[in-house]
């Protein structure tokens, strides 16, 4: 929520990119409809695999509303909220769809009364990046690791040094020069 175009563009990229490795399924930005960010992302989905979805511009309450309305359940990160080691096994516990808000500037009062949850990762000021990645490695008890991005045109080969990149399409390995 409250991503401005052009000014927050690459930290809201940012945002999807980490939500897409760490395993959620896709990202809405409210409010701001921004191809830039989206044509970012779809590039790297492309590239990298998997069928993470970017959609900008919905209202932040119809997208809200919709989620509950189908049975989903909203996690509000805050710094003001309950600490995630008290609320982290009741979440996983919960067998609905998750939407995870967070926000690149002051957020309305109004979300923390929509939120199923409004849950800290530390209670301390943070960026939305790294609140994210910290819920979602939680959430996802640490199994990020043992993600799968099918369909990918390229995978990266883990290495001591340098940049090893394997294109999957020509079944080809070829090092990239370092920069
Ligand atoms: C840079 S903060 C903006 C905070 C804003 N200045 C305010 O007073 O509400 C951006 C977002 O990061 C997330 N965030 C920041 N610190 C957090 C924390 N300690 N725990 C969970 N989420 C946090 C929230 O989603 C917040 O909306």
Redesign the pocket.
């Known amino acids: 929520?409250?991503h401005r175009v052009f000014r927050d563009s690459r930290v809201t990229t940012h945002v999807c990119l980490t939500a897409r490795a760490l395993g959620a399924s896709g990202v809405i930005i409210a409010n701001s409809p921004d191809k830039g960010v989206e044509s970012s992302v779809r590039e790297v989905v492309k590239r990298f695999g998997g069928s993470f979805q970017v959609e900008t511009g919905p209202e932040w309450r119809h997208v809200i509303r919709g989620w509950k309305g189908e049975g989903g359940k909203v996690l509000?990160?805050?710094?003001y909220?309950l600490p995630l080691p008290k609320v982290i096994d009741q979440i996983q516990a919960v067998r609905a769809d998750l939407l995870v808000?967070?926000?690149?500037?002051?957020?309305p009062g109004e979300m923390f009364k929509l939120a199923d949850w409004n849950?800290?990762?530390?209670?301390?000021?943070?960026?939305?990046v790294?609140?994210l990645a910290v819920?979602l490695d939680w959430y996802h008890s640490h199994m990020e690791f043992e993600l799968d991005f099918p369909g990918s045109e390229m995978q990266i080969v883990p290495s001591k040094e340098g940049k090893i990149v394997k294109e999957v399409s020509r079944v080809a390995c070829k090092s990239l020069a370092l920069d």
């Open positions: 929520m409250g509000h990160l805050t710094a909220g808000v967070v926000g690149s500037e002051k957020m849950v800290s990762v530390t209670s301390q000021p943070m960026s939305e790294g609140a819920f």
